[in-house]
């Protein structure tokens, strides 16, 4: 597996409930372009319409060496998913308002674009700020016990 892009925002903004792994069509050069340059995640998000599921603001910039084909970079990209699971991502992001965020896109084993999405809550500043406060706390005490543990083993 090779990945292209990683939305490391999505894991601080987002809290995530379900992941999913998608088909992308895509057209022309953008494979191409995919294994030279790569792509931007970083503002995309997934909406489903009409009982297709569609990727919005993915970034693919156009291959330089196409002069026949270029595709616009930021235009709406159809996933490819199953039946189910869109009915069952219809249902969930239309009832909680949970949204599909993509947090990575890779080659599989078979040379295929896949996007790795997940179904997601948006977290509040203080849930920010409260994890935050959880992990430097955490790593204090793992250091205090680390620091603690040495004078004891040095009497």
Not at 10 to 25: K, P, Q, S, V
Not at 63 to 77: G, H, L, N, V
Not at 106 to 121: G, Q, R
Not at 138 to 145: A, L
Request: net charge positive.
């Amino acid at each position: 597996m090779k990945i292209i892009a990683t939305s490391r925002k999505a894991r601080r903004d987002y809290e995530i409930l379900e992941t999913y792994e998608a088909g992308i069509e895509l057209r022309g050069t953008e494979v191409k372009s995919l294994r030279t340059k790569g792509c931007s995640i970083e503002e995309a998000f997934g909406r489903i319409e009409n009982g297709e599921a569609f990727l919005y603001n993915l970034n693919i910039p156009e291959y330089e060496k196409s002069f026949y084909f270029r595709a616009a970079p930021k235009r709406t990209r159809r996933l490819l998913l199953h039946k189910k699971e869109i009915k069952r991502l219809i249902g969930l992001t239309s009832q909680r308002g949970l949204t599909l965020i993509p947090l990575k896109i890779y080659f599989n084993d078979k040379n295929f674009v896949k996007v790795e999405i997940s179904l997601a809550k948006g977290k509040l500043l203080y849930d920010k700020r409260r994890k935050i406060k959880e992990e430097l706390v955490d790593r204090e005490t793992r250091r205090e016990m680390k620091n603690f543990n040495r004078t004891r083993e040095g009497r």
